[in-house]
């Protein structure tokens, strides 16, 4: 964790973003695929401001345990590579008030790119970064050789309305997948 202590000593508290929270049953979820994988090391792809399933994430592993969010930390993807970028200083703020800034390692890059830079494998990935059919499938083949035998992939938005081509991707790459309320998830 030593290269990224330093980060979070240096900012400054905002005020505590809630934004993106997620409901019951998607937490429980998450938190029992995070028992069944026995988390140590977990990448989330699409965090944004870090209160929805990073903070299950965070609850889920153990004091020496590692959360990679990997997100670009904007809205426009144009404009990721800006140190300024409020949202990215709203995530970090959002972890140091929250206590989950010890497990945290920010990936701020694309999550093609995050899949080519980081030598990790996981427990747990989960994916809820674009929802558009190619952008799943992509996620999907680019994060399934980060997860440890035995590990788990999974992903959000399953079956529903407002992300209609979640479902028809995680179909066609994922034929074995298993569905909890809007949760999909396989065992690799």
């Known amino acids: 964790m030593s290269g990224t202590a330093n980060l979070f000593e240096s900012i400054a508290e905002l005020p505590l973003l809630p934004h993106s929270r997620i ?28 209160m929805g399933s990073t903070q299950v994430f965070c609850r889920a592993l153990p004091p020496e ?16 590579q800006r140190p300024h ?45 674009d929802h558009g059919k190619a952008a799943v499938l992509a996620d999907i083949a680019a994060w399934r050789p980060h997860v440890r035998p035995g590990g788990i992939l ?4 399953y079956n529903v ?11 066609h790459a994922l034929p074995e997948h298993q569905v909890e309320g809007r949760v999909w998830w396989v065992t690799v």
């Open 161 to 171: 309305a407002t992300c209609p081509e979640v479902t028809p991707a995680v179909q």
């Open 154 to 157: 999974c992903g959000d938005d």
């Open 65 to 80: 345990g590692r959360l990679y969010c990997v997100d670009t930390f904007c809205v426009d993807m144009v404009r990721y």
């Open 85 to 129: 970028d409020p949202h990215y200083h709203a995530f970090l703020s959002n972890m140091k008030q929250t206590g989950a800034a010890a497990k945290i390692v920010p990936v701020r890059m694309t999550s093609l790119e995050a899949s080519r830079a980081l030598a990790v494998t996981a427990d747990l990935v989960f994916i809820d970064g």
């Open 23 to 50: 409901d019951r049953a998607v937490g429980e979820t998450l938190a029992k695929l995070c028992a069944l994988a026995n988390v140590r090391t977990i990448i989330e792809v699409g965090t944004y401001l870090g």
